[in-house]
């Protein structure tokens, strides 16, 4: 079950737009721990997928879910990678970028950050415009596309983190 959305800040597009951009803060929820206290890789993927939510609603903003009558997206591909514990109780918040966008994908990554900013993990997520309705890809709604544009563009001048496009490997023994 997704955590509920009091995680999820809710901007409103004005244009501005934040390098990186934060919209997800929040503490780790009792349930949301393991036997240690600490958060779980689950809910660390969940909470990036809020923030996944939370930067589609943004980009769509002031068209509601209801109102994109099924446009929306889905995640093809996610790569976590755990950084540190978030023990429950503890503050965080999520850091988005995006690092590449087209006509009909994106990749998105996003830093969870501590209370101190101390990277706890993050997550490459790659998205796909899709139809709900006929439950097939589709290229992105103008004003998505638009609004990809603008936010690649002022992320275009971060630093590309050094773990994206980084695949599992071990080190030969």
């Known amino acids: 079950m997704i ?12 244009g501005a ?10 503490a780790v929820h009792p349930e949301w721990v393991d036997g240690f206290g ?13 923030a996944n939510r939370a930067f589609f609603d943004w980009v769509n903003d002031p068209c509601a879910v209801a ?28 850091e988005t970028q995006v690092l590449a966008w087209n006509a009909r994908g994106a990749i998105l990554f996003h830093r969870v950050l501590d209370a101190t900013g ?16 006929t439950r097939r890809p589709e ?20 630093e590309r983190p050094a773990v994206a496009g980084r695949g599992i490997v071990l080190a030969r023994d």
């Open 3 to 14: 955590p509920k959305a009091e995680a999820v800040l809710h901007p409103v597009w004005t």
């Open 17 to 26: 737009v934040a390098a990186p951009l934060v919209l997800v803060e929040d």
């Open 38 to 50: 600490q958060m779980t890789m689950a809910y660390h993927l969940t909470v990036c997928e809020l």
């Open 67 to 94: 109102a994109r009558e099924g446009h929306e997206f889905v995640v093809t591909e996610s790569h976590m990678i755990s950084g540190g514990a978030l023990l429950e109780g503890e503050a965080f918040c999520i």
């Open 118 to 133: 101390a990277v706890a993990a993050t997550a490459e997520m790659g998205l796909l415009g899709f139809d709900l309705r």
């Open 139 to 158: 290229g992105w709604r103008a004003v998505v596309a638009e609004r990809l544009a603008m936010v690649a563009d002022r992320h275009a001048r971060l």
